[in-house]
C-alpha cells in the first residue's frame, strides 16, 4: 500500500530565512509526485510534478527536488504571504494519488 | 477563465437529510475526484469517474453517491447513511487519471 508522511507537522519561520519541507514516500512504482499549497479554507494549489530521482523544479522561492524516498520543497527567503500548509502527494502505477497530511507553514513579519 | 467551481461554500445538514453538492468544470477534462479533508488528515478519495456515465469507488465511498451524466459535472450526493459528514469536501480534476490533478474552492459541509 502506497503511504506518504510528511515532516514537520508545522514550522515556524521568519521572513528570509530558508529552510525545506520534506515528504517521504512508499509506492511499488512511483508515477508522479505532486506538490500543491492550500491557503486556510482553499482548495490546494499545484505547484509541482517530478517524475523521476533526481529531478528538480522552481518556482519563485520555491524549489522541488527528488530521490528514490523522499522529496524536499525548499522555501528561500521566505516571505509571510508563502504561510500556507503544502501538500505532497504520489501515485504509483495502478493506484490512485495518496495525500500526505501536509506541513503547516508560518512566516513571520 | 477556466477552472473548477463548487457550491455553495457552505452546507447545512440535519440528521436524516440527503445533501447534493455541487462541482463543474470548464477544462474539458475526462477525470472527475471527490476528496474529503479532515483536520489533520490527508485527502481521502471518496469517488472518481474517468469518463461520462462511469465511476468507481474511492477508500471511503460509504454513505456517499456520484453521478457523471455530463463530462462537466460531478455532483456528489452526502447520505443519511453517513454518520460524521462534517468535513471540507474538495472536487479535482485531470485530462486523465495519471495526469496532474487540479482542486476546486472547496464545500464545507456542517450538521445542525
Known amino acids: 500500500e502506497d503511504q506518504v508522511t510528511q515532516s514537520p507537522e508545522a514550522l515556524r519561520l521568519q521572513e528570509g530565512e530558508s529552510s525545506s519541507l520534506n515528504c517521504s514516500y512508499t509506492?511499488?512504482?512511483?508515477?508522479?509526485l505532486f506538490w500543491y499549497r492550500q491557503d486556510p479554507g482553499k482548495g490546494p494549489e499545484f505547484l509541482f510534478t517530478?517524475?523521476?530521482a533526481g529531478e528538480e523544479k522552481e518556482k519563485e522561492r520555491l524549489k522541488a527536488t527528488l530521490t528514490k524516498k523522499e522529496s524536499f520543497l525548499h522555501i528561500t527567503a521566505p516571505k509571510p504571504e508563502d504561510s500556507a500548509t503544502y501538500l505532497c502527494?504520489?501515485?504509483?502505477?495502478?493506484?490512485?494519488?495518496?495525500f500526505g497530511p501536509g506541513t503547516r507553514l508560518s512566516v513571520l513579519p | 477563465d477556466g477552472g473548477i467551481t463548487q457550491s455553495p461554500k457552505y452546507l447545512f445538514r440535519k440528521e436524516g437529510q440527503n445533501v447534493t453538492l455541487s462541482c463543474e468544470q470548464n477544462?474539458?477534462?475526462?477525470?472527475m475526484y471527490w476528496y474529503r479533508q479532515d483536520p489533520g488528515q490527508g485527502l481521502r478519495l471518496i469517488y472518481y469517474?474517468?469518463?461520462?456515465?462511469?465511476?468507481q469507488k474511492g477508500d471511503i465511498a460509504e454513505g456517499y453517491s456520484v453521478s457523471r451524466e455530463k463530462k462537466e459535472s460531478f455532483p456528489l450526493t452526502v447520505t443519511s447513511a453517513q454518520k460524521n459528514p462534517t468535513a471540507f469536501y474538495l472536487c479535482?480534476?485531470?485530462?486523465?487519471?495519471?495526469?496532474?490533478?487540479?482542486f476546486g474552492p472547496g464545500t464545507r459541509l456542517l450538521v445542525l
Open positions: 479535482a480534476s485531470s485530462t486523465s487519471i495519471t495526469e496532474t490533478q487540479y
Open positions: 509506492v511499488s512504482g512511483l508515477r508522479g
Open positions: 517530478l517524475y523521476s
Open positions: 502527494a504520489v501515485r504509483s502505477y495502478g493506484q490512485n494519488f495518496v
Open positions: 477544462l474539458n477534462h475526462d477525470a
Open positions: 469517474s474517468q469518463i461520462v456515465n462511469d465511476f
